[in-house]
């Protein structure tokens, strides 16, 4: 075999081990349990708005655009 083929064919391997090492990470119960619960909290939090539709930053405490998404000092989700 020339160094080509055996480079292809190793890099071929070395792709099929990480494509193994990924789909097992993937099926970890304890990992999905943990997103989906940290999803449910974050669909369920009420978010209070006044009037105007303005929502305070968390993290910086600047008032902002509800329609924005995320704030325009710090750049932190509403």
Same mark, same amino acid.
């Given at each position: 075999?020339?160094?080509?083929?055996?480079?292809?064919?190793?890099?071929?391997?070395?792709? +099929?081990?990480?494509?193994? +090492?990924?789909?097992? +990470?993937?099926?970890?119960?304890?990992?999905?349990?943990?997103?989906?619960?940290?999803?449910?909290?974050?669909?369920?939090?009420?978010?209070?708005?006044?009037?105007?539709?303005?929502?305070?930053?968390?993290?910086?405490?600047?008032?902002?655009?509800?329609?924005?998404?995320?704030? +325009?000092?710090?750049?932190?989700?509403?």
């Amino acid at each position: 075999m020339t160094d080509a083929t055996l480079l292809i064919v190793g890099i071929a391997m070395f792709g +099929a081990l990480l494509f193994l +090492a990924g789909s097992v +990470a993937r099926d970890d119960p304890r990992m999905r349990a943990r997103w989906d619960a940290n999803f449910e909290g974050e669909a369920r939090e009420l978010r209070r708005t006044d009037a105007t539709g303005a929502l305070r930053c968390r993290r910086c405490g600047a008032s902002g655009n509800e329609r924005a998404g995320a704030c +325009a000092r710090c750049g932190a989700a509403l």
